[in-house]
């Protein structure tokens, strides 16, 4: 099709042109939609897939999803962005958020072999501390069951299965904090459980949590659990880290200890002792196994 120009010249294929333009862009907008929508339906299934299993391979979701490998890597590494997954090599596990929190049952089931390592190098540290804060979760549980049978102690928890294994201890005597039960955790909070927990003085506490960063230290989805958490590091004279290595770098919603505060950290040797030496260099003992 021919057109005449503003000055009297002719213009071929004019009008068709600029239509085919203007197509062409209100089909690469509509692609362009029409992908962000699509990526946002996977990286949603993701979330849910990796909270759901505790982990995900990039090869099986990619089969999964029916995409390329090279997109779900791209879908991590925006998750990953976001603070809801932690890459690793070939896949992701989830990081536990104001709105996710795995169950006591579940974390008894992962990574298991790790947690015993560190949980018996923790028991170790225990010196000549007579009264001891053991805090909720499995790597403490399995601290408790480490614990010395042969000499007189004090444990105070708020971790019901805890004060549990350790009841039928000839030797230990075992304070349960009273305060609403989490079902998840099968562990109490609330003013009542810090109450209690403000009146003593505690050799030793064992702490977890569930991420730990050089930048925003110790951090809990819950701040109910956070305040319990805090409060015991307020009573403590010692307080001793323990965590998988998968806790490292992993930052959730409420802050309740700084790096500095610790007196040292036990986790593996899947740790790399580069990253490692940089908690020390905060002040900690780092204790790889």
Not at 167 to 174: L, Q
Not at 208 to 215: L, V, Y
Not at 272 to 288: D, K, S, V
Request: hydrophobic share 45%.
């Amino acid at each position: 099709m021919a057109a005449w120009g503003p000055n009297g010249q002719l213009r071929l294929g004019a009008p068709g042109r600029d239509r085919a333009t203007r197509q062409s862009k209100e089909v690469s907008a509509m692609t362009t939609t029409s992908t962000a929508k699509t990526a946002e339906e996977r990286q949603r299934e993701i979330v849910r897939a990796v909270r759901a299993a505790g982990s995900v391979d990039v090869n099986a979701l990619a089969a999964e999803l029916g995409v390329a490998k090279e997109t779900v890597r791209r879908d991590l590494r925006t998750l990953e962005e976001h603070g809801l997954v932690r890459r690793t090599h070939g896949g992701a596990y989830p990081v536990e958020s104001a709105g996710f929190e795995t169950t006591l049952a579940f974390r008894a089931t992962s990574q298991v072999p790790e947690k015993r390592r560190i949980a018996a190098a923790a028991a170790e540290l225990l010196g000549d501390a007579e009264t001891v804060f053991v805090d909720e979760g499995f790597t403490p549980q399995l601290i408790a069951e480490a614990l010395p049978r042969d000499r007189p102690l004090t444990v105070v928890t708020a971790s019901l299965p805890i004060a549990g294994t350790l009841a039928g201890a000839e030797d230990i005597s075992v304070l349960l904090l009273g305060g609403r039960v989490r079902p998840g955790t099968l562990a109490t909070v609330d003013h009542w459980t810090t109450k209690m927990l403000a009146g003593f003085v505690i050799d030793l506490a064992y702490i977890g949590a569930n991420g730990i960063s050089r930048e925003h230290g110790l951090t809990t989805p819950d701040p109910a659990v956070s305040e319990v958490k805090a409060q015991a590091i307020r009573s403590a004279r010692r307080i001793v880290f323990t965590g998988v290595h998968t806790k490292f770098g992993a930052v959730s919603f409420c802050r309740f200890a700084d790096v500095c505060d610790l007196e040292a950290i036990v986790t593996s040797s899947l740790l790399p002792a580069a990253e490692a030496h940089r908690y020390a260099l905060q002040g900690p003992q780092m204790i790889r196994v």
